[in-house]
């Protein structure tokens, strides 16, 4: 694993689709991201916890908790931490604007950066026709990202076992297949056009799990990605500037290795 001798400082740090109840969510990486990062705003961009998950059958393991434990911590000591609930956790919109341990709940806000971007921060499932028009194809849809997060665990410890490095056939798919490209396409349109409409700089989501940095006919679209594949954040370095955080590479973790649990104890110990 990469040594990381100090904490990396941040102004603004946005993360989302931690998905805290599926077996899916990195949540140990995402413990080490916590660990080595520190900012002085943290936004939660939806889909933080499953409740679609958690309804079906309860799993919480106690990394999630620590996780929970930890943007806790960082709250108490300053930072001010932001949550616009996602479809997943959407029965917190009944509580937006209301504080819950230091952490603020909105339905969504207005970032504006060091260098003056005014960015709109949402999580992005209004712009997403399946989950507005047909939810139970949804929910369909999540059970079958669910088998293939399943299936590509054992493809990959396969894989494994004959010298071949990781590889995620979700991520490939959404790449190559056609009508997944065309949604991604079509989403990330509509949400920089509601941008253009609210006359910001530029748009900060999440939703479809794919991170990425791009203009869209002049508005600046961020998508921080998620903690269940791709372990991405979006940060503001302190000069405006935004950047992608893809952390598994930047620690090298691999993501059939689980992140030892005793040096995190011990982390959060020294925190």
Not at 17 to 40: M, P, V
């Amino acid at each position: 694993m990469n040594s990381i001798q100090e904490e990396k400082r941040y102004r603004s740090i946005w993360i989302s689709d931690l998905h805290l109840g599926t077996r899916g969510c990195k949540a140990d990486f995402l413990l080490d991201f916590l660990r080595y990062t520190e900012s002085e705003y943290l936004y939660l961009v939806g889909d933080i916890v499953d409740g679609w998950r958690l309804r079906k059958s309860w799993y919480w393991a106690q990394s999630h908790n620590d996780v929970v434990q930890k943007v806790l911590r960082k709250a108490r000591k300053g930072t001010k931490v932001i949550y616009v609930p996602g479809n997943h956790d959407e029965w917190l919109r009944g509580y937006t604007e209301m504080h819950f341990g230091g952490v603020l709940l909105l339905p969504e806000a207005v970032h504006v950066t060091a260098d003056g971007k005014r960015m709109l921060v949402l999580h992005g499932d209004a712009f997403d026709g399946v989950v507005r028009y047909a939810r139970w194809l949804a929910f369909l849809g999540d059970s079958a990202y669910e088998l293939a997060l399943k299936l590509n665990n054992v493809f990959n410890f396969f894989r494994r076992k004959l010298g071949y490095p990781y590889w995620s056939i979700s991520a490939y798919l959404k790449s190559r297949v056609k009508n997944a490209v065309q949604f991604v396409g079509d989403y990330a349109n509509a949400i920089a056009a509601e941008a253009k409409a609210r006359k910001v700089d530029g748009i900060i989501c999440g939703h479809i799990h794919q991170a990425e940095i791009r203009d869209i006919n002049g508005v600046l679209y961020c998508n921080d990605g998620d903690w269940v594949e791709s372990c991405t954040a979006l940060v503001e370095h302190f000069d405006g500037k935004l950047e992608l955080l893809h952390w598994m590479d930047i620690r090298h973790l691999d993501p059939m290795t689980p992140y030892d649990q005793r040096e995190l104890a011990l982390a959060d110990e020294d925190a």
